[in-house]
């Protein structure tokens, strides 16, 4: 697997339910940052989470990451179909410079 | 607003045909990257810039070159020896410090450019 490799590829889930995404690394991280996509636009920061955090919270998303596993999931509470888009898994290198690996992105969509 | 703006939104390119992208920000980041984003994948760094007059290779720097004059400005052109330089092309910012308290990176809205 790639660093930065999100799971699953694809989700379709109905409006109300909740949504899960991991995201799988292989190096020691810095920290490591999730991006939501609406199609043929930008990437939006959505959280960022440091290495020595476990959780964080933002609105409805949750982040986790668990360090010893390398890896790392976003959930979406209570979703919406506005929350249809891909999302994205940053993750930046513990090491000097600017070395940031992004994976492949999970498609979520939601359906009202 | 701060933000990114990418110029044009789409662009079509001849082959043989150099072509120039245009992004600018007035976040006032120091950093500036330009990835590419080919469907089904993830982003690929080409090139990016920590200071006004310094720029370095990324992943997949042949075939594109940039520069870096001002600070709000970080242009790419896409060369005729990118041989496949059909994609999403997507700029971003960021302070210097990506992990800091406001880390994270500032994206433009994209430009696609097609080849005809």
């Known amino acids: 697997s790639q660093q930065g490799e999100e799971d699953p590829q694809a989700l379709s889930i109905q409006e109300g339910e909740n949504a899960t995404m991991n995201c799988s690394y292989k190096?020691?991280?810095?920290?490591l940052q999730w991006y939501r996509q609406n199609s043929g636009r930008g990437l939006v920061h959505l959280i960022l989470?440091?290495?020595?955090?476990r959780e964080k919270h933002s609105g409805r998303l949750r982040v986790t990451l668990d360090t010893s596993k390398k890896s790392s999931s976003l959930l979406i509470t209570a979703s919406r179909a506005a929350d249809t888009a891909s999302y994205f898994c940053?993750?930046?290198?513990?090491?000097?410079?600017?070395?940031?690996?992004f994976g492949a992105g999970t498609r979520l969509f939601v359906k009202a | 607003d701060g933000g990114i703006t990418q110029s044009p939104k789409y662009l079509f390119r001849k082959e043989g045909q150099n072509v120039t992208l245009s992004c600018e920000q007035n976040?006032?980041?120091?950093?500036m990257y330009w990835y590419r984003q080919d469907p089904g994948q993830g982003l690929r760094l080409i090139y990016y810039?920590?200071?006004?007059?310094?720029?370095q290779k990324g992943d997949i720097a042949e075939g594109y070159s940039v520069s870096r004059e001002k600070k709000e400005s970080f242009p790419l052109t896409v060369t005729s020896a990118q041989k496949n330089p059909t994609a999403f092309y997507l700029c971003?910012?960021?302070?210097?410090?990506?992990?800091?308290?406001?880390?994270?990176?500032?994206f433009g809205s994209g430009t696609r450019l097609t080849v005809v």
């Open positions: 971003a910012s960021s302070p210097k410090d990506r992990g800091g308290p406001g880390g994270g990176y500032t």
């Open positions: 190096t020691s991280i810095n920290n």
């Open positions: 989470i440091r290495s020595n955090e």
């Open positions: 940053a993750t930046v290198l513990n090491t000097g410079g600017f070395k940031t690996i």
């Open positions: 976040l006032n980041h120091d950093a």
């Open positions: 810039s920590q200071i006004v007059n310094d720029f």
